[in-house]
């Protein structure tokens, strides 16, 4: 068969010449004519497979200029052109080739030189579509980067290339870059990809040789010689830079890198470790950069593990439900206990709850979980209380998927009344992260638990960022302080002072607090000191099966420590300084002040200001009878003559103002007046406001 042929078109208006041209081409191409530029357009259209055109510039209706200017902008516009000139005129060939013309004959032409540069023009035209068309294939059309298949393809070149570099696989996307689409829009969000595309381009300059590409969505890749120094200033200039794009919305990227020890390695694979590092950053606040580990992929194992077994387990009854005693400090007696789930899997044992719940975390399971261990608590309350003993309170753990469950309330009221309990027997453990999330559904929800009577504890107290403020809007019913505060460097100062201002705000609040992972002896101390109410923690016992909580507390009448009160609502505004105009003016004020307590010869301070905390810290206190005073600094003579001035204030409820001497930071005494204002009563105690002013000239800076 004949090989088809290509197709021309002449766009001449002299009938001859177009005949001529004829001639000479048709032993080659397929020819079409035109006698104008309104008609070789016409043509065009018909024939979308002309190759190339032969235009003459002098025509009538629409010359070659014109058609030259409109063919620019037309979808024709790749097709190669050769002007037809007329003699020896410079001028009009030098402006056809500015208009766009690939090349040009002057008349009277040479026909072997005209099929010539024919050739010629259709020859380059091919080849411009073909990489026209593999550019298309190979880039991704918003950034212009490599797309995922071109450049995986690049990356196994690029290794080939260089057997003898260590390459690294650096991943980078954005968190929550969906969350940012959705928000500002989907230009907002090309906009941003753009962006990142153009700050890789350039980054790529310095870490030759590479490829790089977007992978998909918001994910980039770059496969570059491994310098860590490099990847790391790369991450922290885009973690930066990131910072600042958009005032309105934090935004955080992800590397993840795989160094690439074993070049041989399917390059998608190497990609999967870069993501899998990638992945581990967004879960730890404010990492940005992360090196692939082995035990990465052990982790996805596992995890899928788990994700397998999981209801197989629960059908099989192989969780189990472990409880560890809370004990009241006063009485150093256990008072009711926690309720923490375990895994007995029959060839792995015993499974601890740090491997598996934050995976029941993720995929939702533990809503079921959560329920199995309410079920089985409530079961045995009811099998105790049938056995004739008066069990305290259980609590169980309530996690963030069944808080937002809105059948939550009526799934647990529905269960102590299926096994005939006090809802008071059942106390809910809330993590304080939870309350951050969405604090007005948690405030409805924690509303509807009390009216049916649950207690509700705020689990993780101080592990998040939330403020000792945040007590004040969200009613729950008692405080669980978070073990950091003892674990690690827990003799130091602050975190002392944190636990001490707390139990004693908490108590301001009516609410009992509990610390857990108490270990030593002398924590215990501590707590007992500060006048937090239970502890649990592994001094006293550690989680234990039913069977042996219930040999611990078998013949021992269990007494609460203190039960929960009221809110005080209007000491706690008092304290806490619910508007913030209040709150800036008393810790603007430059003279030591803070709100003080005083009942029967003992005075301590709920709340400082900055100028008081660093002159006397925050556990300032006088204690006539035990004769404990902090700072211990305090001169003996002087503490007297306040205590009396605070009992004035009390008694009086006038403003009393004292004249002192307290110990400078020479350690010789400063003369101060100290200004006293009644406030008002909370229970037997009056609350008093403290100012502390000087009255000599300054020798140094300050009180
Ligand atoms: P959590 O609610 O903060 O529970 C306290 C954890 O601290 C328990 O770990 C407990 O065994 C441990 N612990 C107690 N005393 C000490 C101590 O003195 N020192 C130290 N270092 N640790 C102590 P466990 O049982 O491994 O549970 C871990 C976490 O798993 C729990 O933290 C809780 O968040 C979750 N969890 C356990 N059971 C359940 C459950 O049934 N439902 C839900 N949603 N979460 C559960
Ligand atoms: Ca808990
Ligand atoms: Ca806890």
């Not at 021309?8 to 010449?17: F, G, R, T, Y």
């Not at 190339?52 to 200029?65: E, H, N, R, S």
């Not at 996307?173 to 907002?188: A, L, M, P, R, V």
């Not at 003559?641 to 009992?647: D, G, K, M, T």
Request: glycine share 6%.
């Amino acid at each position: 068969m004949e090989a088809e042929k290509l197709t021309v078109l002449i766009a001449e208006d002299q009938k001859i010449n177009r005949q001529i041209l004829r001639r000479l081409l048709s032993s080659e191409y397929e020819v079409f004519e035109a006698e104008n530029g309104r008609e070789a357009f016409a043509q065009l259209k018909q024939h979308p497979d002309i190759s190339a055109i032969l235009l003459d510039i002098i025509m009538p209706v629409m010359d070659g200029y014109e058609f030259l200017r409109l063919f620019r902008a037309s979808e024709y516009s790749s097709l190669p052109i050769i002007a037809i000139t007329s003699e020896k005129d410079e001028i009009s060939e030098q402006k056809a080739l500015e208009f766009g013309a690939w090349d040009f004959v002057s008349k009277p032409y040479q026909p072997a030189t005209l099929l010539t540069r024919l050739k010629n023009v259709i020859t380059r035209s091919q080849y411009y579509l073909v990489t026209q068309i593999k550019y298309v294939y190979e880039h991704d059309p918003l950034t212009g980067l490599l797309n995922h298949n071109a450049f995986f393809i690049r990356m196994r070149k690029l290794l080939d290339e260089h057997p003898d570099q260590t390459f690294a696989i650096v991943r980078l996307d954005i968190d929550h870059f969906q969350t940012y689409n959705s928000f500002w829009g989907e230009e907002k969000g090309n906009d941003l990809l753009c962006f990142l595309a153009k700050w890789m381009r350039k980054s790529a300059t310095y870490s030759q040789p590479c490829v790089y590409g977007r992978i998909n969505a918001d994910a980039f890749c770059i496969c570059m010689p491994h310098c860590e120094a490099l990847i790391r200033s790369g991450a922290k200039q885009a973690f930066d830079m990131l910072a600042k794009y958009n005032s309105e919305y934090r935004l955080v990227p992800s590397f993840g890198v795989y160094v690439i020890e074993n070049p041989g390695e399917n390059v998608r694979k190497m990609y999967e470790f870069a993501a899998l590092a990638a992945r581990e950053c967004k879960e730890k606040y404010l990492s940005y950069l992360c090196y692939y580990q082995p035990e990465m992929s052990d982790r996805v194992l596992e995890k899928q593990w788990i994700v397998n077994q999981m209801q197989k387990a629960l059908d099989r009854n192989e969780f189990e439900v472990y409880l560890q005693p809370k004990y009241n400090l006063h009485t150093d007696q256990p008072f009711g206990a926690e309720a923490l789930v375990r895994w007995r899997h029959p060839e792995r044992g015993l499974l601890s709850p740090g491997l598996f719940i934050p995976v029941f975390e993720q995929n939702g399971f533990i809503g079921k979980v959560d329920f199995f261990v309410w079920e089985q608590v409530c079961i045995l309350l009811h099998r105790w209380i049938l056995q004739g003993t008066s069990p305290a309170p259980i609590s169980v753990n309530v996690s963030r998927v069944n808080l937002y469950n809105s059948n939550l309330v009526s799934l647990l009221t529905e269960l102590v009344r299926k096994y005939d309990l006090r809802t008071e027997l059942l106390h809910l453990e809330i993590t304080e992260s939870a309350y951050m999330e969405n604090p007005n559904v948690l405030e409805t929800t924690i509303g509807r638990l009390q009216r049916e009577g649950f207690t509700i504890l705020m689990d993780d107290f101080g592990s998040g960022y939330s403020s000792l403020n945040t007590l004040k809007d969200i009613p729950v019913n008692m405080l669980k302080i978070d073990m950091k505060f003892l674990s690690g460097n827990s003799s130091s100062e602050r975190s002392r002072s944190i636990l001490a201002s707390s139990v004693r705000m908490a108590g301001w609040l009516g609410m009992p607090v509990i610390m857990e992972g108490v270990e030593t002896e002398e924590q215990v101390r501590f707590l007992k000191g500060i006048g937090c109410n239970y502890a649990q923690g592994y001094y006293y016992a550690k989680p234990m099966s039913v069977s042996d909580y219930e040999a611990l507390i078998s013949g021992r009448q269990q007494i609460p420590a203190v039960t929960p009160l009221e809110r005080l609502e209007d000491i706690s505004g008092l304290l806490w300084g619910n508007d913030l105009r209040s709150e800036l003016l008393f810790h603007s004020l430059a003279e030591p002040a803070a709100v003080f307590e005083y009942s029967d010869g003992a005075a301590r301070a709920l709340r400082v200001n900055a100028s008081f905390n660093r002159r006397f810290g925050v556990s300032f206190c006088f204690d006539r009878y035990s004769g404990k005073s902090e700072p211990s600094g305090l001169f003996a003579a002087e503490q007297e003559r306040i205590l009396r001035a605070f009992q004035t204030a009390a008694e009086t409820r006038e403003p009393v103002p004292c004249l002192c001497t307290i110990p400078s930071s020479d350690k010789t005494g400063v003369s101060v007046r100290l200004m006293l204002r009644y406030w008002g009563m909370n229970g037997t105690s009056a609350i008093l406001f403290a100012q502390f002013f000087r009255t000599e000239p300054a020798r140094t800076a300050g009180i």
